[in-house]
């Protein structure tokens, strides 16, 4: 079972270069999400999924994309990077269940850097 | 709006010591409230949530928080500290109001623990 990969696992970027970073759950859930995370500032969710062809905001979405034609992809698209975007990027997918709250589960993370 | 604060960036404690690891938070109605553990080059793994009932939660690898709702807040806890534990622990809060459609977990900036041999 491997529960949430992401590839790649490092990136370097060029300014203005695009590319798409791919989420896979192979645990059945409905909800996915990508955070970014960068020192001194916790996580940050940018945008997330409630289910198949489903894609919402989260807190940071400006200059990113989402697709999810597969419930168990979640892909996750800069279509011109900026140096700002360096980060390290973490896809999570949960259950949706109604009156509990299921944790969500990471992936190991993509390191980027937009030179 | 729900908030998150980690007050501590960093704790050190010695091994075999108890350890605290503080968080506090802001949510409109009642709180669905998760610590998550970061160990170098992963992602985050989850240790323990509250969700309701008994203020004292019991989690993974011996940790355990103290739900206060009067304090609001919700600390990390572990009788006895060992150096495996060095990691960066994150405090997160969901609005148990905010209804399954807007399923979005608010999380703390982390704490980096160290335990000194």
């Known amino acids: 079972n491997a529960g949430v990969t992401q590839t790649p696992k490092f990136r370097v970027l060029k300014t203005g270069q695009s590319m798409t970073l791919l989420c896979a759950q192979d645990?059945?859930?409905?909800?996915m999400y990508w955070y970014r995370q960068d020192p001194g500032m916790g996580l940050r969710l940018i945008h997330y999924s409630v289910g198949e062809g489903t894609t919402a905001k989260g807190e940071v979405p400006d200059g990113y994309n989402v697709s999810r034609l597969k419930k168990q992809n979640f892909l996750l698209g800069l279509e011109s990077a900026a140096p700002s975007q360096t980060s390290v990027y973490f896809c999570a997918s949960s259950y949706l269940t109604r009156g509990t709250n299921q944790p969500q589960h990471f992936g190991d993370g993509t390191r980027l850097s937009i030179l | 709006a729900q908030s998150v604060a980690q007050p501590e960036d960093q704790v050190n404690v010695a091994e075999g010591n108890p350890l605290t690891v503080k968080c506090t938070y802001s949510v409109s109605g009642n709180p669905y409230l998760f610590w998550y553990v970061q160990y170098p080059n992963r992602g985050l793994q989850f240790l323990l949530k509250y969700i309701t009932g008994d203020n004292l939660v019991k989690g993974s690898y011996g940790f355990e928080a103290e739900f206060n709702k009067s304090q609001t807040s919700f600390h990390l806890k572990k009788p006895s500290a060992l150096v495996s534990d060095s990691a960066l622990y994150f405090c997160?809060?969901?609005?148990?109001?905010?209804?399954?459609?807007?399923?979005?977990?608010?999380f703390g900036k982390g704490t980096k623990l160290s335990v000194i041999p």
């Open positions: 997160a809060v969901r609005d148990m109001n905010s209804g399954a459609g807007s399923y979005q977990l608010t």
């Open positions: 645990m059945n859930h409905e909800y």
